[in-house]
Structure formats: structure tokens, C-alpha cells
């Protein structure tokens, strides 16, 4: 289901990245604990109510050396081209100012609905100085406090109100959909078509349910899948050339409508943040993943060179260990053909049910290789496990105090479900519960 997207605008000073961690809430502090899962983020998973949605900060959007206005109008560009609702952030203590209004120019350009949320109202008695606001053309002012957490839940219904509806993908359950994400200038298209070249069935191409996304259908060996276009099909433009940022904007709906994201490395430029950052949201989504080397012909190679890079992928992408890798040239189509059965394979395993009397034999046996850590005295006890989930695989295991189950012994036990499953190309999720 794709969500809708909710972006924060506004002068810089006025408080942006507090709304944004508030609204996030404990979404940002769960990030697994894992080196190389990068931390600072400007798009992040948020919940209201009965609402997901994603939210931008684009106090988070580093334009460069640009001058201020420049700035402030670059970063309220992306938020009008990506978002299906705005809130335009203003300092209560500051007034009406200059740069307001030039923010308030821009948003008028925009068919998108802006809400106005006045920040740093910190107590009733402020109140009174928020109708200045209603002169910037947006209608009622939302008083808020990001600070104190004040006001916010009349804004996220405000905003609700706006939430487009979304058609889910009518495909059916035997469809395999998957997107390529990365950096700009990774190959990505060509990529996609060195897919759909010869020896494919192409048969159509259909819109896809958000905007201007086409998603590519065809049929290799009997198997149908779908190809969810995340590639700059929107206006190009200096903004959106100038910030690799915005690459993360137009990966986050593919990887929602996926099962499998391919992770696309630029063979020539090696591994950068960036990359680790675009990775680390499929991760974090649960999608299966498969990290993908392109332009391998481009590079001087000895037998050593593709062990090498495998192992500086490992390093940086420690968080992926269970994503294959796969090296190929979409230039030349080099390897291409191997791609297609190792994304067979990931969805596969996305979508395992293992049974649960081997699955609680594999755990008991792991408890008496290694046995379960202790916390003041107190032993955590493992009394059964089963799957509650597939797309990923989801294990909730029943123990005596959740409090007890530390993270390395959380890992160790992923790692024997992995030894006795395979689940390759897949994350696993564990969920400690207390047992009643």
C-alpha cells in the first residue's frame, strides 16, 4: 500500500527538524543497532491514529553554497513536487518576517494543501500572537510547540484530512515486483533495459498507482514480474541535479510497492554514505534485498578483484550480510542473465513459513550451544517460538522477561534460523514476548 507523504516547509530557524523528530517519535531511536546503518535521515515512516504516512524534513536538504532565498527555494520545490501535503512551518516569536513570505510565494504555485503551523508556542498565553499569521494566505494557524510536544495532534489531523487515497496494486500474489534504487548516474535505466531486452516477453506497460511511476511488466521462463520504476521520470532540473538527497525522495515509494529492491553500486565510484543511507531504508522496510555491482566491465580486474570488493561491500553494508551480491554490466549485458534467478530466489525466501515444531527444535538446540544471558542474576528463559509473519519473516519468541533478551543474543538467534533456513536476500525480524 503506498502511503502518503506529508513534508515540513518552512525558513530555516523555525524549527523544522524538532517537528519532524516529534512526529517520528520512536521511529528514529529502533534503527537497528547495527555499524553501518546510517543515523541522519531527512524521510522517515510516521504514524497518526489510523494513518501511516511518510514525512520529509527539509531542513535536512543540503543544497550547497546557494544563497539563503535559493536555499529555502530549492528545498520548498522538492516538498511541492514529492508531497501530497505540506505543513508550513512559521516561529510564533519571531512574527511574520520577509522569508515567510517568500515561502508563502512559492506554496501558492502549488495545487497541494498547506496547512500552517505556528512553533515555539509554548504556553496559552501565546496564542493571541498567531493571528498575524493569517495574512500569509493559508487559513486557520496551528499553534504548536516542538519543544514541549504541544499542538501536534490537532495539526496531524488537520493534515489527515488531505491524505489522498491510494489504489493498492491489483497484481496477482504470484507476480514478483521489484525496483532498482541508488545514486543517480549508477544505471539504473539501463539497467532496467538490459532486463527488458531480448529474450524477454514484454507485455505491457501499465501506470503505476502513484503518480507518474510506470511499472514495466514481462515474463522470463514462465515467471511474470514487474519492474517499479523509481529512475527520474519527473522534471530535471538544477534541484534536483544538485542534491544526491533527493534520490532517497524518489526511492521510498518504490521500495514500499516491492519485494524485492535491487541495490544498484556504481562499479567505477565505489561506496559512498549515500548509498549505505538508500540501502538502509529498504533494510528498515523489510524489503528483500540484493545489492547489485554495475559497470563491472568498466574496471581493471585480476582474480582477486571481485573477492576484494565483495569484502569492502560486506564491511560497509554490515547490516545487508544477508543480501547476495551480484556483479554485471548493463552495457554490455555481462552477467545479466544472472540476476533474474537470484531475485527468484530472494522473494522466495521473503515469503518462507517454516513449520513450528523444526523451528522450536533449531531454537533449543541454539539455547544449549550457547546458552541464554543472564541480568542481575536473572536468566532469561526461552519457552517456545513460532512465525507470525512472511514478506519478511517475522518470529515472535515467547520468554519470561523481554527486558532479558539483549540484542547479540537476538542476532545469534537470527543467525541459527538463517543456518537452518537459508532465508538469503530476506531480513528476519524477532519479537521477544512474555509469555502469559
Not at 516538498?79 to 505543513?87: F, G, L, T
Amino acid at each position: 500500500m503506498v502511503k502518503p507523504t506529508v513534508a515540513i516547509v518552512g525558513r530555516p530557524n523555525v524549527g523544522k527538524s524538532t517537528i519532524f523528530n516529534r512526529i517520528v517519535g520512536e521511529r528514529i531511536s529502533i534503527v537497528e543497532d547495527i555499524p553501518g546503518v546510517t543515523r541522519d535521515r531527512i524521510y522517515s515512516s510516521a504514524e497518526w491514529l489510523t494513518h501511516d504516512f511518510n514525512i520529509i524534513d527539509t531542513g535536512g536538504i543540503d543544497i550547497g553554497d546557494e544563497p539563503f532565498i535559493e536555499q529555502i527555494r530549492q528545498q520548498a520545490e522538492i516538498a511541492i513536487e514529492e508531497a501530497d501535503v505540506i505543513i508550513f512551518l512559521v516561529n510564533g516569536r519571531e512574527g511574520v518576517t520577509a522569508a515567510d513570505e517568500e515561502v508563502a510565494k512559492i506554496l501558492y504555485k502549488t495545487k497541494k494543501p498547506v496547512v500552517l503551523a505556528v512553533n515555539k508556542i509554548d504556553n496559552p498565553e501565546m496564542r493571541a500572537d498567531i493571528f498575524d499569521f493569517y495574512a500569509l494566505g493559508f487559513g486557520e494557524p496551528f499553534p504548536i510547540s516542538g519543544s514541549h510536544g504541544l499542538g501536534l495532534g490537532d495539526l496531524l489531523d488537520e493534515a489527515a484530512k488531505h491524505f489522498p487515497k491510494f489504489e493498492t496494486d491489483e497484481y496477482p500474489e504470484d507476480v514478483i515486483k521489484f525496483s532498482l534504487i541508488g545514486r543517480p548516474n549508477v544505471g539504473k535505466s539501463s539497467l532496467v533495459n538490459a532486463l527488458l531486452g531480448e529474450e524477454r516477453v514484454i507485455v505491457s506497460d501499465i501506470a503505476g498507482t502513484t503518480r507518474d511511476a510506470i511499472d514495466s511488466m514481462y515474463v522470463y521462463d514462465g515467471q511474470e514480474y514487474v519492474i517499479i520504476d523509481t529512475a527520474g521520470m519527473r522534471k530535471k532540473g538544477k534541484v534536483y541535479e544538485s542534491t544526491e538527497k533527493y534520490s532517497v525522495l524518489r526511492a521510498l515509494r518504490a521500495i514500499e510497492r516491492s519485494d524485492v529492491v535491487l541495490v544498484v553500486l556504481n562499479a567505477e565510484e565505489g561506496i559512498i554514505e549515500q548509498d549505505k543511507k538508500i540501502a538502509g531504508y529498504a533494510h528498515e522496510a523489510g524489503r528483500a534485498v540484493i545489492i547489485v555491482v554495475n559497470k563491472w566491465d568498466a574496471i581493471e580486474k585480476d582474480e582477486k578483484t571481485m573477492k576484494e570488493f565483495e569484502e569492502k561491500i560486506r564491511d560497509h553494508f554490515q547490516f545487508l550480510d544477508y543480501a547476495p551480491i551480484v556483479f554485471l554490466s548493463a552495457k554490455t549485458k555481462k552477467r545479466v542473465h544472472t540476476l533474474l534467478p537470484v531475485i527468484n530466489m530472494a522473494s522466495e525466501n521473503h515469503a518462507m513459513r517454516v513449520q513450528t515444531t523444526i523451528l522450536n527444535d533449531i531454537i533449543m538446540d541454539a539455547v544449549a550451544m550457547n546458552p541464554t544471558p543472564t541480568d542481575n542474576g536473572r536468566r532469561l528463559k526461552i519457552y517456545y517460538a513460532t512465525q507470525v509473519a512472511v514478506k519478511p519473516p517475522a518470529f515472535v519468541v515467547f520468554v519470561n522477561d523481554p527486558e532479558l533478551m539483549h540484542f547479540s543474543y537476538e542476532r545469534f538467534l537470527v543467525n541459527r534460523i538463517r543456518d537452518a533456513f537459508g532465508f538469503e536476500g530476506t531480513p528476519i525480524r524477532i519479537y521477544a514476548r512474555e509469555r502469559k
